[in-house]
């Protein structure tokens, strides 16, 4: 069976590489994908991710059995609508389902309709009106562009004046576009962070193992907010009654929810919560894999990645089923001035091999060798498995002393919450 992922980076990486691995899979496509891919036997296709014809063409051509859909933008801009009326099976949720990500006041609504635990909110699209709301609310709050900002429509203001900034930013001075012509106004939730993803069709859904992301740019959750620098899986001080409730209070009503709503849900389904005083809260719904939760979440599955999802798209019950001892971590290299400014074409250490796997996200070959240089503000990621948190990070920060990452920084304390 061949098979095609849509995306470029780090989770596609992942992805794809697990579906190679997988009985019965002979080739694996991936558009556009990078460079790094290829040293996987990955293949790449020069098709972007917004050409949806060209990419159903290349999957009719091509014989592809389905399409795995990695990015946000994809999904909203309704890719697997496009696929599914061309007669094509793609993994991911349609344009109406994965509304719950590229719209925070739709996810907002649906969760009050069917009494999902989140923070109180207002949306506004009038500056005075929402100035007025934060005046009221008074700090800390939390200002977010309603539509898809690559992460980085969120503002945790300490202040009302930063608030109020924000709110500025995006409604008067247009900074994310039209992403940020509607703003949802939020209560801050304190407590623990993490992430739960589920596989989903309809009201069947599968958990897989709880994740936490750091998705500011440096040590001590210091400096701007970025698409993530590294992560862990499972969360190993987060008890199991705390996922048994998520799921009851947070994944089974959004999912009836939405089936109530004429928009099932069909692919992964990514809850970011805050783990508040009286119990997890939703902070936001994804409606894809996060990047680089995938990348320490797949290692883990112990089942046949590909024969999972192929019984998911066939209404078929997935055997799905993960590691259940040890930890999983990730930490990610990015080019120094990420998520700012930052200079491309650095030289790249050499592949890890053995029980360090290395996935590339922004990485491209050199115009005549098959050097690796860098392309991109997260550039690649070394992930390892180990009996705890600590001995994980140990082998992972060995290998990166070892690497010349001139030009390119890390975070030194991936993980070092749970380390307690
Ligand atoms: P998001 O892009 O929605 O994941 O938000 C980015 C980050 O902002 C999250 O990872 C949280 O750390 C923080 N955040 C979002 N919403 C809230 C909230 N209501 N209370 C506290 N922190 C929040
Ligand atoms: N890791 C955060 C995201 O994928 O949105």
Same mark, same amino acid.
């Given at each position: 069976m061949k098979l095609l992922v849509v995306g470029s980076g780090g989770r596609e990486h992942a992805i794809a590489k697990n579906l190679l691995e997988?009985?019965?899979?002979e080739q694996v496509f991936v558009? /556009?994908?990078?460079?790094?891919?290829? $040293? !996987?036997?990955l293949d790449l296709v @020069?098709?972007?991710?917004?050409?949806h014809s060209k990419l159903i063409e290349f999957a009719k051509e091509n014989d592809i059995a389905w399409s795995f859909i990695g990015p946000d933008d994809a999904l909203a801009a309704g890719i697997v609508d496009d696929f599914n009326q061309a007669g094509l099976k793609a993994f991911g949720p349609s344009r109406l389902a994965a509304e719950l990500e590229w719209s925070k006041d739709f996810a907002k609504e649906i969760m009050v309709k069917y009494g999902v635990p989140t923070a109180a909110y207002g949306t506004f699209s009038d500056f005075e009106e929402a100035k007025s709301y934060i005046e009221k609310q008074g700090a800390p709050i939390v200002v977010k562009? @309603?539509?898809?900002?690559?992460? =980085?429509?969120?503002v945790v203001a300490e202040t009302v004046e930063q608030a109020v900034e924000a709110v500025q930013e995006m409604l $008067? !001075?247009? =900074?994310?576009g039209d992403s940020g012509a509607r703003v949802v106004i939020e209560e801050f939730l304190d407590g623990e962070e993490f992430s739960l993803f589920a596989f989903v069709n309809g009201d069947k859904f599968y958990i897989m193992p709880t994740a936490q992301d750091h998705k *500011?740019?440096? @040590?001590? !959750? =210091?400096?701007p907010n970025t698409g993530g620098m590294g992560a862990y899986a499972?969360?190993?001080? $987060?008890?199991q009654s705390v996922v048994a409730q998520s799921i009851e209070t947070i994944v089974k009503p959004v999912l009836k929810g939405m089936i109530a709503e004429g928009r099932s849900y069909l692919g992964v389904l990514y809850t970011g919560l805050i783990l508040a005083a009286d119990g997890p809260k939703v902070i936001e719904f994804n409606s894809r894999f996060g990047d680089p939760e995938t990348q320490i979440i797949l /290692? *883990? $599955?112990?089942?046949d990645f590909a024969q999972n999802i192929t019984d998911i798209l066939d209404k078929k019950e997935p055997a799905i089923t993960w590691l259940d001892e040890g930890v999983t971590l990730g930490v990610v290299v990015a080019s120094e001035g990420y998520p700012l400014d930052y200079e491309k074409g650095l030289p790249l250490p050499e592949k890890t091999d053995g029980d360090i796997i290395t996935y590339y996200a922004g990485a491209k070959f050199a115009e005549n060798s098959r050097a690796l240089l860098s392309n991109g503000g997260r550039v690649y990621m070394l992930v390892t498995t180990a009996d705890t948190v600590s001995a994980a990070q140990e082998k992972i920060y060995d290998q990166l002393k070892k690497q010349d990452t001139t030009g390119l920084f890390y975070r030194t304390d991936i993980g070092s919450k749970a380390n307690k």
């Open positions: 997988s009985q019965g899979v558009a /556009p994908g990078n460079d790094g891919m290829t $040293l !996987d036997g @020069d098709i972007g991710i917004s050409e562009a @309603d539509g898809l900002a690559l992460g =980085k429509g969120v $008067l !001075d247009n =900074k994310f *500011r740019a440096y @040590d001590g !959750d =210091k400096g499972p969360v190993p001080h $987060l008890p /290692p *883990r $599955l112990t089942s």
